[in-house]
């Protein structure tokens, strides 16, 4: 691995480490002033409020699939999939060199879609492949399942019926399906192109909101 690199996973997975978490000095020392993070539970944090948030970390946090990527001369992507006991997350950190000092700029976190759930909560059951869901039957549709549940299905909604838009200066807008269409006017390129048919006595009739008639010359 890259020299950079490694020095840079080794501060990465030092910030793991509870002993480090716990010491306030240590953690500021390894994050840039403008450091900000997007946790796995969605809140923002910056250099202040993650320093307090980690002062009592109760254990080492694991990290598996650990990469390093430069970006850019004094720039490093960090990845890997971390584990604490209760949850699983994807992690990124892009590191930044500035005085010959690496630290951290920017954290995220996303928890893994099939972590397991917190101690206490109930397990996710879910039925095999083939198999109804819980209080349906095999093969039946939604609304099926609802008409025996005694709710009422959901109407069915024509795709090819109009519904129009409101808000806006639309002129008469409408979706249909999946367009959305409007009504021409005298001044819509395809009429104007219409009226400039060669000429020869006919009278050219256009069907817009207001309709127009005029004769060729």
Not at 70 to 85: E, I
Not at 116 to 134: D, H, I, Q, S, Y
């Given at each position: ?32 002033p ?24 109760p ?49 995220q ?70 367009t959305?269409r ?36």
């Amino acid at each position: 691995m890259d020299p950079d690199g490694a020095l840079v996973v080794e501060r990465e997975l030092l910030l793991l480490r509870a002993a480090v978490r716990r010491d306030p000095q240590r953690v500021l020392e390894l994050l840039r002033p403008d450091f900000a993070e997007y946790g796995s539970s969605g809140r923002v944090w910056d250099r202040l409020s993650i320093t307090a948030a980690t002062a009592d970390s109760p254990r080492d946090i694991e990290a598996t699939d650990v990469q390093a990527r430069r970006l850019g001369p004094d720039a490093f992507l960090v990845t890997y999939t971390s584990h604490d006991g209760v949850q699983h997350a994807l992690r990124s950190s892009t590191w930044i060199r500035e005085g010959g000092q690496w630290q951290l700029l920017f954290h995220q976190g996303t928890l893994l879609a099939d972590a397991p759930p917190p101690p206490g909560a109930p397990p996710l059951v879910r039925p095999p492949l083939g198999e109804p869901p819980p209080g349906g039957r095999a093969g039946e549709s939604r609304e099926e399942a609802a008409e025996a549940a005694g709710k009422a299905p959901a109407e069915a909604v024509d795709q090819d019926a109009e519904q129009r838009l409101l808000g806006g200066r639309n002129d008469g807008a409408v979706r249909v399906g999946g367009t959305v269409r409007r009504r021409a006017g005298d001044q819509t390129p395809a009429v104007q192109a219409l009226l400039r048919l060669p000429r020869g006595g006919l009278l050219v009739r256009v069907a817009t909101g207001s309709p127009v008639v005029r004769r060729a010359r």
